[in-house]
């Protein structure tokens, strides 16, 4: 399985960017599907996941009001609509693909990581 983000790119402070991610050689359709962030220097971060069917959605406590996630099945892709967006912003962004129906926040979640796509906001 392979899951390939796309969409990062440079910004300005209060800017918008959506990340897309496809996932090829196996369907996560039935499972959920997260979106984690480092930046440098730091921790990996949980961002936002998404359930099987598009409900069940958490969103770290740093991008709650900002950022939206939504997936498509039949493309096999979930985004990540991020708005408002800030300098702490700044990082690698990339997605992952759950065990189950519903994934949460937890790095053990997940079972399939893609490589990350970097976001930079500049001030």
């Known amino acids: 399985v392979q899951l390939q983000a796309s969409g990062g790119g440079l910004v300005q402070a209060g800017g918008s960017l959506r990340l897309s991610c496809r996932a090829s050689?196996?369907?996560?359709?039935?499972?959920?599907m997260g979106w984690f962030r480092q930046a440098p220097g730091k921790e990996r971060e949980f961002v936002a996941s998404?359930?099987?069917?598009?409900?069940?959605?958490l969103y770290g406590d740093s991008v709650k009001g900002r950022f939206t996630i939504s997936r498509d099945n039949a493309k096999n892709t979930v985004y990540l609509q991020m708005n408002s967006l800030k300098p702490e912003d700044t990082a690698v962004y990339s997605c992952?693909?759950?065990?189950?129906?519903?994934?949460?926040?937890?790095?053990?979640?997940?079972?399939?990581w893609g490589q990350g796509t970097l976001v930079t906001v500049s001030s």
């Open positions: 998404i359930g099987w069917n598009g409900g069940g959605a």
């Open positions: 992952a693909g759950g065990r189950r129906a519903y994934s949460g926040k937890s790095f053990s979640d997940y079972t399939a």
């Open positions: 050689g196996r369907a996560f359709s039935n499972n959920g």
